[in-house]
């Protein structure tokens, strides 16, 4: 596997994770929130809320050891106006910054519940904007045909959802068997169970979808740069041999078959047993989770430029 | 393309502050060491003194010195000087862009010179060996036990075998410096009584034997900016632009430049001489030139191209009516190539396509071309002639020039190498060797495994009929060609593991070479940049020059030059006043360049020439035209042959053909015949397990095996072997893969450089990587002299580095 | 405003010996793997085999290139931390007391001109020898080359003289970073993006 660019692969999964994370937790506040009450929901949501932040602090770590000089780094957000890597310094910053407070108003319980929805929908935007922006740092490389496509903002997006929804359904479970376990194994009370239920069929449904989408980009992509010839097409053999397939496999097992289980589990989570669901959940993430690493040094591994 | 990543850590250079105090720091205990006998402490001489410093590099001083090795070429290098530490080197800086005025600049290998100087194989101090010959394992001595154990060598191999046990072995690492160089060993040497000779070169071991017996000397043909005044330039295995890239690479680009003549280029590979000056290809199989000259002589001949009354004036042995007395009819050199000779067989352009490889419509295109241009200049490489048939290689592409009466006249030539102009510098007198018998220079294993066994008729002893010792002493200086650029390296280096046969081996060197490894006493010289000399130009057409090579720091380590080195040895064997009449280096030099002066008073006195650094002069006769005299009044300026004309037909070989005892399947023809050997394209073709010519072109980063191990130059031009696709198609082998190649003789492994510039069917190893083998064997350095052999050439005993058939396969 | 400069490579005349190269190095003490100037060579072609006899169609050339300052650099459009700028005289360079070592603008250049000091973690480029220029000096590769392949000045001046031409095979389509640089093509030289032959050295770029 390619591991020159290893920070650059920790770092954007990480980031595109969080901001994946983050959007679907709004996602299963903004619907919960209608059938469920207020305290339930942000019983589930917010342990997976605070796992976001050290996440997002592990990717910005992990950018710093690109860094040729890290005594530098503060000047990277000097050319704000012409480079996209300022414009993801800064965002990244931002997202990570406003999700920090959001989660502090959380906590504290910090202002109106409506400001603090204000507070996570602007955090949001911004993160999908991070997200934008850093697949424009490769995008707008005219020199690297493999990165010129719209291939690449498709799959940065294709990995925040994807890997958002697992880390989510992840995320819940592991709160669940840990208030389980604290409260001596006692059973799920009615509403709790019935939005795991709920927010579970949703995160296996999602991770079905962004597979289908995911499978629909890697062979276009693939194909556009074999007939582009050239660099494009020296690129395109990266996309073979045994870590293509690996990635592959993994993505496939986690998000499609997994998938399906955890949608299939959770309409019956209570014969299923919460215990089934919580390693489904953690084995379609972990599953995925590495297929992206994979397919991350895959992407940087691709970079063949144009010239000399 | 840079991979994102690859960077690796800098080797010596790139950490210039830090290591170069280090370094200055060591070179100032060094000099401490330096005896009152070379002192540098005479007023106005010395780095310290010198006029130029630089507002640039902030350096103190600015010397003037050269490039000093075996390129032909030899470029001046300006050093510019910091506390005592090289920082800069920059090359000639007078001149412009014209040919004759021109500036001299160095190549690519001039340019790296501060990280051969700066090298981490430096050798530091007198050493002697402690394990197996070869292996590498050293011990630091002092000079005096040195001195000492070297002298009582001498001494008593001298006494016990006589001085033709001594060998000064092949080196031209110091090619150039009148006292820096091997003049200074073979001087010393003298002084103790002589020392086996050798004759003829690594290089031009073929030719320089066999052009005598066509032209009565070795005469070269006009320089290349008589190109100027050529129809048509041929290139005959002749690769200035990747051998002597600096002066002589100039010279013939701007002759081009400025006549529009049609060049074609005659080699195996595509080489850079073709793909910048040359206009037509001929690619020709390795060791097949004869047959490809034979048939286009059949195109000249019977399409009644050929210059006859050039022939029938200048020339013995074209037609029957023109051969020696007492040769039986049907030698002459028309019968061989119309079929009415011995061998019957026609020479037609279609026999010689299929040895050559080239098509016949190419052939007689050439021929024609050849033939139709007036005047046309044809010169040789001297590759085709280190190849088993390299005499008649050569002697087949003077017959070109013969046919077409080119010889000695403007635009035209001899078919031999270019030549330059120089005009006279003096050197150190070398004195006489009492010893007058010699060797063929790449038979010295040869001499130490058999010696006695050596004849005259056999193994080409000259000066008497069979040697009575053999070689017991080595003196190896400054040189490589113990392993390294000497044949079948692993079969050496076994060989002299039998300490009972070569019983001392001195070498001195500046690296630690793959030759130096083998040293029984191991001694630090210094470069040329720490000592002052006076160096002859080099290779630059017209343009003549001498180079005040002055002294820019001082010895680094505890390193001495080698002058004094003998001169403490002379001491210790009681010929010091002999050797040195009492002065030192700084006064002999002195001296050569009063000398000089004395023939060329231009040349301004010694401070205004040291400023100066380069005194160049054009040559006063325009172009040099060798046989220029002879073609003017052949009667009044005879060649030095038996007939004093052109001998197509030797007689001189047809009566060593005669006498000589040669190993089975050679020969050796008195006209220059195609003649099948071992190893040549016909076994190829049905050699199963070797079926590929291997060939060592010169590489752009080395001259010889000097500069192999400077990394600036190894980044540049790193050692591969050339296949072309077809053959590394069949091996599954891609540009880069790391592969073997091999035969019988040994194994080494390098990165594949898979090109269309090389013909199917022939791999071409750079000559000069240094000699790595591993615990297996496996030489990983890349040395083409891991599968080289010890054969030699029929009448030359010149070496046949070139031919060899190999292997090659993905690592 | 003062002339912006631009350099002219000579394709005809260039043998890849890489005394332009190695003549940059050591004028600024590059270590192995910091290479400002890089030549790579182009090469391609076929071999048809008829029996013994063979017949070469074979092409190769060389292009020399350290950095084109050019009119659109997208090192400096792509670099975070504005170390990477150009100077009135169109030279390109890196202040090393700004720049991050993030080289971006290394897989954005496609000459490959801003070369990574590993030691130092800085980008490092060629910046024309801005010292000897100052002096009245040619460039250090201009002054190496044995071969006069490399001539610099004033980029019109260059283009009135030797023609426009930046387009040619390894290079990239001129118009992605507008390169001062004006080549004399080698006669196998191929049109960018049309090339049938390939880098033959990408290893030593």
Same mark, same amino acid.
């Given at each position: 596997m390619h591991t020159a660019e290893l920070p650059m692969i920790v770092f954007t999964v990480a980031a595109q994770m969080s901001v994946g994370a983050f959007v679907v937790l709004g996602i299963v506040q903004v619907v919960a929130g209608r059938k469920f009450a207020a305290g339930t929901v942000e019983k589930m949501t917010d342990t997976a809320l605070y796992a976001i932040g050290p996440v997002m602090v592990l990717g910005l770590i992990a950018s710093m050891f690109h860094m040729g000089d890290p005594m530098h780094s503060l000047n990277v957000i000097r050319h704000f106006d012409s480079s996209w890597l300022s414009r993801e310094i800064v965002f990244g910053v931002g997202f990570a910054g406003l999700g920090f407070l959001f989660a502090l108003a959380q906590w504290f319980k910090w202002g109106s519940a409506r400001l603090r929805q204000v507070l996570a929908g602007v955090t949001a935007v911004v993160g999908l904007c991070l997200v934008f922006v850093m697949s424009m740092i490769y995008y707008t490389l005219e020199t690297v045909p493999a990165w010129h496509t719209w291939a690449t903002p498709a799959q940065f997006f294709a990995t925040t959802f994807l890997l958002g929804s697992l880390a989510v359904g992840a995320a819940f479970m592991g709160s669940i068997m840990w208030r389980r376990r604290s409260a001596g194994g006692a059973e799920l009370d009615e509403s709790t169970a019935a939005l795991l239920t709920g927010s579970l069929k949703g995160v296996g449904l999602g991770a079905v979808a962004m597979l289908g989408v995911e499978f629909v980009i890697i062979p276009l992509h693939i194909s556009n740069l074999s007939a582009a010839g050239g660099a494009a097409a020296e690129s395109a053999a990266v996309f073979s041999g045994v870590w293509f397939v690996a990635r592959l496999v993994l993505v496939f097992a986690?998000?499609?078959?997994?998938?399906?289980?955890?949608?299939?589990?959770?309409?019956?989570?209570?014969?299923?047993?919460?215990?089934?669901?919580?390693?489904?959940?953690?084995?379609?993430?972990?599953?995925?989770?590495?297929g992206e690493l994979i397919g991350r040094s895959q992407f940087y591994e691709q970079m063949t430029r144009i010239g000399m | 393309m840079t991979a994102v990543g690859m960077t690796e850590t800098p080797p010596t250079i790139?950490?210039?502050?830090?290591?170069?105090?280090?370094?200055?720091?060591?070179?100032?205990?060094?000099?401490?060491?330096?005896?009152?006998?070379?002192?540098?402490?005479?007023?106005?001489?010395?780095?310290?003194?010198?006029?130029?410093?630089?507002?640039?590099?902030?350096?103190?001083?600015?010397?003037?010195?050269?490039?000093?090795?075996?390129?032909?070429?030899?470029?001046?290098?300006?050093?510019?000087?910091?506390?005592?530490?090289?920082?800069?080197? %920059?090359?000639?800086?007078?001149?412009?862009?014209?040919?004759?005025?021109?500036?001299?600049?160095?190549?690519?290998?001039?340019?790296?010179?501060?990280?051969?100087?700066?090298?981490?194989?430096?050798?530091?101090?007198?050493?002697?060996?402690?394990?197996?010959?070869?292996?590498?394992?050293?011990?630091?001595?002092?000079?005096?036990?040195?001195?000492?154990?070297?002298?009582?060598?001498?001494?008593?191999?001298?006494?016990?075998?006589?001085?033709?046990?001594v060998y000064l072995n092949s080196g031209t690492g110091t090619n150039g410096g009148a006292i820096g160089s091997r003049s200074s060993v073979r001087r010393f040497l003298n002084c103790l009584g002589g020392y086996l000779l050798s004759y003829g070169t690594y290089s031009t071991g073929a030719i320089q034997i066999a052009a005598p017996y066509t032209y009565g000397t070795s005469p070269s043909t006009n320089t290349f900016d008589d190109a100027v005044n050529s129809q048509l330039v041929v290139l005959w295995g002749n690769n200035p632009l990747e051998t002597r890239m600096g002066g002589e690479a100039f010279v013939i680009q701007k002759a081009k430049q400025m006549s529009s003549t049609k060049f074609i280029v005659v080699d195996p590979r595509y080489s850079d001489t073709a793909s910048t000056v040359g206009d037509e290809w001929v690619?020709?199989?390795?060791?097949?030139?004869?047959?490809?000259?034979?048939?286009?002589?059949?195109?000249?001949?019977?399409?009644?191209?050929?210059?006859?009354?050039?022939?029938?004036?200048?020339?013995?042995?074209?037609?029957?009516?023109?051969?020696?007395?007492?040769?039986?009819?049907?030698?002459?050199?028309?019968?061989?190539?119309?079929?009415?000779?011995?061998?019957?067989?026609?020479?037609?352009?279609?026999?010689?396509?299929?040895?050559?490889?080239?098509?016949?419509?190419?052939?007689?295109?050439?021929?024609?071309?050849?033939?139709?241009?007036?005047?046309?200049?044809?010169?040789?490489?001297?590759?085709?002639?280190?190849?088993?048939?390299?005499?008649?290689?050569?002697?087949?592409?003077?017959?070109?020039?013969?046919?077409?009466?080119?010889?000695?006249?403007?635009?035209?030539?001899?078919?031999?190498?270019?030549?330059?102009?120089?005009?006279?510098?003096?050197?150190?007198?070398?004195?006489?060797?009492?010893?007058?018998?010699?060797?063929?220079?790449?038979?010295?294993?040869?001499?130490?495994?058999?010696?006695?066994?050596?004849?005259?008729?056999?193994?080409?002893?000259?000066?008497?009929?069979?040697?009575?010792?053999?070689?017991?002493?080595?003196?190896?200086?400054?040189?490589?060609?113990?392993?390294?650029?000497?044949?079948?390296?692993?079969?050496?280096?076994?060989?002299?593991?039998?300490?009972?046969?070569?019983?001392?081996?001195?070498?001195?060197?500046?690296?630690?070479?793959?030759?130096?490894?083998?040293?029984?006493?191991?001694?630090?010289?210094?470069?040329?940049?720490?000592?002052?000399?006076?160096?002859?130009?080099?290779?630059?057409?017209?343009?003549?020059?001498?180079?005040?090579?002055?002294?820019?720091?001082?010895?680094?380590?505890?390193?001495?030059?080698?002058?004094?080195?003998?001169?403490?040895?002379?001491?210790?064997?009681?010929?010091?006043?002999?050797?040195?009449?009492?002065?030192?280096?700084?006064?002999?030099?002195?001296?050569?360049?009063?000398?000089?002066?004395?023939?060329?008073?231009?040349?301004?006195?010694?401070?205004?020439?040291?400023?100066?650094?380069?005194?160049?002069?054009?040559?006063?006769?325009?172009?040099?035209?060798?046989?220029?005299?002879?073609?003017?009044?052949?009667?009044?300026?005879?060649?030095?042959?038996?007939?004093?004309?052109? %001998?197509?037909?030797?007689?001189?070989?047809?009566?060593?053909?005669?006498?000589?005892?040669?190993? %089975?399947?050679?020969?050796?023809?008195?006209?220059?015949?195609?003649?099948?050997?071992?190893?040549?394209? %016909?076994?190829?073709?049905?050699?199963?397990?070797?079926?590929?010519?291997?060939?060592g072109h010169h590489y752009k980063s080395r001259t010889h095996s000097t500069y192999g191990n400077v990394p600036w130059l190894q980044e540049a031009h790193p050692q591969m072997v050339w296949i072309n696709p077809a053959d590394a198609r069949e091996r599954g082998i891609e540009n880069d893969d790391v592969v073997q190649v091999f035969n019988d003789r040994g194994r080494i492994e390098?990165?594949?450089?898979?090109?269309?510039?090389?013909?199917?069917?022939?791999?071409?190893?750079?000559?000069?990587?240094?000699?790595?083998?591993?615990?297996?064997?496996?030489?990983?350095?890349?040395?083409?002299?891991?599968?080289?052999?010890?054969?030699?050439?029929?009448?030359?005993?010149?070496?046949?580095?070139h031919t060899n058939l190999v292997q090659v396969e993905k690592a | 405003m003062a002339a912006e400069l631009g350099f002219h490579f000579d394709q005809t005349l260039c043998n890849g010996c890489k005394a332009c190269s190695v003549a940059c190095k050591d004028k600024h003490d590059l270590p192995v793997g910091v290479t400002w100037r890089r030549v790579a060579e182009y090469s391609g072609g076929t071999w048809q085999r008829d029996g013994n006899t063979v017949v070469p169609n074979v092409f190769s050339y060389y292009t020399s290139i350290a950095c084109n300052h050019c009119e659109d650099p997208i090192c400096v459009r792509v670099c975070p931390t504005t170390?990477?700028?150009?100077?009135?005289?169109?030279?390109?360079?890196?202040?090393?007391?700004?720049?991050?070592?993030?080289?971006?603008?290394?897989?954005?250049?496609?000459?490959?001109?801003?070369?990574?000091?590993?030691?130092?973690?800085?980008?490092?480029?060629?910046?024309?020898?801005?010292?000897?220029?100052?002096?009245?000096?040619?460039?250090?590769?201009?002054?190496?080359?044995?071969?006069?392949?490399?001539?610099?000045?004033?980029?019109?001046?260059?283009?009135?003289?030797?023609?426009?031409?930046?387009?040619?095979?390894?290079?990239?389509?001129?118009?992605?970073?507008?390169?001062?640089?004006?080549?004399?093509?080698?006669?196998?030289?191929?049109?960018?993006?049309?090339?049938?032959?390939?880098?033959?050295?990408?290893?030593?770029?």
């Open positions: 986690g998000a499609g078959l997994l998938g399906v289980f955890l949608y299939r589990y959770a309409s019956h989570a209570k014969d299923a047993g919460v215990r089934m669901l919580a390693i489904v959940a953690t084995s379609a993430f972990v599953l995925v989770l590495a | 790139g950490m210039p502050r830090r290591s170069f105090l280090k370094w200055s720091g060591a070179a100032g205990g060094g000099a401490a060491l330096v005896g009152a006998g070379a002192s540098f402490g005479i007023p106005g001489v010395g780095a310290a003194n010198a006029a130029a410093a630089s507002p640039i590099t902030g350096a103190d001083s600015v010397a003037w010195n050269s490039c000093w090795v075996n390129c032909q070429s030899r470029c001046p290098l300006r050093f510019h000087v910091k506390d005592g530490t090289i920082v800069r080197v %920059e090359t000639d800086d007078a001149g412009d862009d014209e040919l004759g005025s021109q500036q001299i600049r160095a190549c690519v290998r001039g340019r790296s010179m501060r990280q051969r100087i700066y090298n981490a194989d430096r050798l530091k101090a007198p050493m002697k060996r402690v394990g197996p010959r070869g292996a590498g394992e050293f011990e630091e001595i002092t000079w005096d036990e040195a001195f000492d154990t070297i002298a009582a060598e001498l001494e008593r191999i001298i006494a016990e075998h006589g001085n033709e046990a690619a020709l199989h390795p060791g097949t030139d004869a047959a490809l000259v034979a048939g286009m002589a059949h195109v000249m001949i019977t399409e009644d191209l050929v210059d006859q009354e050039f022939l029938d004036t200048y020339c013995v042995g074209y037609d029957e009516e023109h051969m020696p007395e007492g040769i039986p009819a049907g030698n002459s050199y028309k019968s061989y190539i119309l079929g009415t000779g011995p061998d019957g067989v026609v020479k037609t352009p279609a026999w010689a396509s299929q040895i050559t490889g080239v098509t016949s419509a190419q052939i007689i295109s050439v021929a024609r071309q050849i033939a139709g241009a007036k005047p046309c200049a044809i010169s040789q490489g001297w590759g085709a002639q280190r190849q088993m048939n390299g005499e008649n290689s050569a002697r087949a592409v003077f017959m070109l020039a013969l046919l077409t009466g080119n010889v000695g006249i403007p635009g035209g030539g001899t078919g031999d190498r270019e030549t330059t102009y120089n005009f006279k510098v003096a050197g150190f007198p070398e004195l006489k060797n009492p010893v007058g018998t010699s060797i063929s220079i790449c038979m010295w294993t040869d001499a130490v495994e058999r010696g006695p066994e050596m004849t005259k008729l056999r193994d080409g002893v000259r000066g008497k009929d069979k040697l009575d010792t053999g070689i017991k002493f080595l003196f190896n200086y400054a040189g490589n060609t113990i392993v390294n650029q000497h044949m079948d390296a692993n079969r050496t280096s076994k060989l002299l593991q039998d300490e009972s046969l070569l019983e001392f081996i001195l070498v001195i060197d500046n690296q630690m070479t793959a030759s130096a490894k083998f040293a029984d006493i191991l001694l630090p010289d210094v470069s040329n940049v720490e000592q002052r000399d006076l160096t002859a130009g080099g290779s630059t057409g017209d343009l003549g020059y001498v180079i005040y090579a002055d002294k820019a720091i001082e010895p680094l380590f505890d390193s001495k030059p080698i002058y004094e080195i003998l001169t403490e040895l002379a001491k210790r064997l009681g010929v010091e006043e002999e050797f040195t009449e009492g002065k030192t280096q700084d006064e002999w030099i002195d001296e050569l360049i009063e000398a000089t002066r004395k023939d060329t008073p231009a040349i301004p006195p010694n401070e205004e020439f040291r400023a100066a650094g380069v005194y160049r002069q054009n040559n006063p006769a325009g172009h040099v035209i060798p046989l220029k005299a002879f073609r003017d009044d052949p009667v009044a300026n005879p060649l030095k042959t038996p007939s004093g004309k052109i %001998e197509i037909f030797s007689k001189q070989i047809w009566d060593i053909a005669h006498t000589w005892e040669l190993p %089975e399947g050679q020969r050796i023809t008195a006209l220059p015949e195609h003649i099948v050997g071992a190893e040549g394209v %016909e076994e190829a073709r049905t050699n199963e397990k070797y079926p590929l010519q291997c060939i390098l990165v594949a450089r898979v090109t269309p510039r090389i013909m199917p069917g022939v791999l071409s190893v750079p000559q000069g990587a240094w000699y790595r083998p591993d615990k297996d064997g496996l030489d990983r350095g890349g040395s083409i002299n891991t599968l080289t052999s010890w054969n030699t050439t029929p009448l030359a005993k010149a070496t046949t580095a | 170390a990477m700028s150009q100077g009135p005289d169109g030279v390109v360079t890196v202040d090393q007391d700004v720049c991050v070592g993030c080289r971006y603008c290394e897989w954005a250049c496609p000459y490959s001109a801003p070369q990574f000091d590993a030691e130092a973690g800085h980008m490092t480029k060629c910046d024309l020898c801005a010292d000897y220029r100052s002096e009245g000096k040619d460039p250090a590769c201009v002054a190496a080359c044995p071969s006069r392949a490399l001539s610099y000045g004033p980029v019109e001046e260059l283009r009135a003289e030797h023609g426009d031409l930046a387009g040619v095979e390894p290079l990239p389509d001129p118009a992605i970073t507008r390169p001062r640089l004006v080549i004399t093509p080698h006669r196998d030289a191929q049109p960018s993006g049309s090339g049938t032959g390939s880098v033959a050295n990408p290893e030593e770029l």
